[in-house]
């Protein structure tokens, strides 16, 4: 089993550019997340997909767009990349059980620099 | 706003020292987890808290809910080199699928 798998890994995008950022898991987990890490912030959500076909806003989802394409597939679009997104993102899934969410298995991280 | 805050912010100690990282959150939360980041890693979960005052240990951590609910503890006796990296925790909020990490505790471990 691969888990949770991202790609790209590194990325650097010049500021107005555009980018999607793709996120697989094969672990049939109903719930899947993105997430950036800033040095002392920890870890922000974006948006995040309960199940296949909808989609929640987080913390921080201003200049980002999701798509649940299905349930194994969730990815993370910069429409108009700008500095202030340069972050390490983080795709996570978990799995609902009796009403309580299990652990989140998290991604590689993709490491992305916006010059 | 960071609705889950985490003290300290960095901890250096010599091996073989214990260390501990508290949590706390301005809301009741409806449980809580941990999870440990190794430099350059993906954070990995440690472990899951859902009643109030639950402990709970894993060899030589030990893991704290508090009676509020508000907030939590991670104990680590006796640290060890290989115990290096982030740890954070994150609060669930009511029955949403949302959890709010921690801002992390870095712990270093001097040998």
Redesign the interface.
């Known amino acids: 089993n691969a888990g949770v798998t991202q790609t790209p890994k590194f990325q650097v995008l010049k500021t107005g550019q555009s980018m999607t950022l793709q996120c697989a898991q094969d672990m049939n987990h109903n719930s899947m997340y993105w997430y950036r890490q800033d040095p002392g912030m920890g870890l922000r959500l974006i948006y995040y997909s309960a199940s296949e076909g909808t989609t929640d806003k987080g913390e921080v989802p201003n200049g980002y767009n999701v798509s649940r394409l299905n349930k194994r597939e969730f990815s993370l679009r910069l429409e108009s990349a700008a500095p202030s997104q340069t972050s390490v993102y983080f795709c996570a899934s978990s799995r609902e059980r009796v009403g309580l969410v299990t652990e989140a298995f998290f991604g590689q991280g993709t490491r992305l620099t916006v010059v | 706003g ?1 609705q ?1 805050m ?1 003290i300290p ?1 960095y901890q250096h100690v010599q091996e073989g020292e214990d260390f501990t990282t508290y949590c706390n959150s301005s809301t009741t939360l409806s ?1 809580i ?1 941990w ?1 440990k980041q190794r430099p350059g ?5 440690l472990i ?1 808290l ?1 009643k109030s005052g639950e402990v709970k240990k894993q060899k030589r951590l030990t893991f704290q809910f508090g009676e509020a609910k508000k907030n939590s503890s991670l104990h680590i006796t006796a640290t060890q080199t290989t115990d290096v990296g982030t740890y ?1 925790c ?1 609060g ?1 909020v009511g ?1 949403g ?8 505790t870095s712990l270093t471990v001097i040998p």
Do not use: E, K, L
């Open positions: 960071q889950v985490q912010q449980n987890q999870y890693g993906h954070p990995v979960f899951q859902v954070f994150a669930r029955t699928n949302q959890f709010y990490f921690g801002t992390g």
